[in-house]
């Protein structure tokens, strides 16, 4: 089975900055990629994700997340953050052929205003 | 499109009692729903798979006949908590994927807090 990591357990910022949160994952085939979003007292939102193709994947809410398969990462981005971006971000992994994700330790994100 | 919910999104339940939870894909037809559980600040992890009509496949760890899992319908898929303990208060998601989603793709539920007393 695949893992997954991420590399920042929280992160605080503050409004205006960039974000960047780091994923990798051990998996050598083919994988569909995805970065979900849990805002406090809700549940998870899909951000992005990606199947194939463009390796710079966009998502909702400014986020976009780059796909480098020589690195086995899927790094999340969003240039400028803001303070309703407080939320706990998870990265997750399948391989190409299974339903089943495998998940992140998820990083928590606190944005100050 | 691709609507999941939960109910009840929480429950409270004394200690030896059993819980049902269901899940439902309230747009689409899932083929396949998922079963997490998710700790306070950690991550999902994955306790067992369904197809409809046949019986869930569950993660090494996962007590079988503690967590039953029936997927009757492709609208519908049920969580009991039998003989429920306080070490089984959390929060259970669920997940589907179906004919009208994207493939590989999963659709959370909004989740149910579990509180065993």
């Known amino acids: 089975a695949q893992s997954v990591s991420q590399h920042n357990h929280h992160v605080i910022l503050s409004e205006a900055a960039s974000l960047e949160l780091g994923c990798n994952y051990s998996y050598g085939g083919t994988v569909n990629l995805f970065w979900y979003v849990q805002y406090p007292g809700q549940h998870l939102q899909l951000l992005l994700k990606y199947f194939s193709g463009d390796p710079l994947v966009k998502g909702i809410k400014g986020f976009e997340a780059e796909f480098i398969k020589s690195k086995f990462s899927f790094n999340l981005r969003k240039p400028s953050v803001q303070w309703s971006d407080t939320a706990e971000y998870f990265c997750a992994v399948n391989a190409g052929h299974d339903y089943k994700l495998s998940f992140g330790a998820g990083t928590t994100v606190t944005v100050r205003a | 499109g691709a609507v999941v919910s939960q109910h009840p999104s929480w429950v409270i339940c004394k200690s030896g009692t059993s819980v049902k939870i269901e899940c439902r894909s309230l747009?689409?037809?899932?083929?396949?729903m998922f079963w997490y559980r998710q700790f306070p600040k950690q991550s999902l992890m994955l306790m067992a798979t369904?197809?409809?009509?046949?019986?869930?496949?569950?993660e090494q760890g996962v007590e079988k006949d503690k967590f039953l899992i029936n997927h009757a319908s492709l609208t519908l898929s049920t969580l009991t908590v039998t003989s429920a303990h306080p070490e089984d208060s959390s929060f259970y998601i669920c997940?589907?994927?179906?004919?009208?989603?994207?493939?590989?793709?999963?659709?959370f539920g909004p989740g149910t807090r579990l509180t065993v007393t």
């Open positions: 997940s589907a994927s179906g004919l009208t989603g994207e493939s590989y793709e999963q659709y």
């Open positions: 747009d689409f037809q899932a083929t396949t």
């Open positions: 369904s197809n409809e009509g046949s019986k869930a496949t569950y």
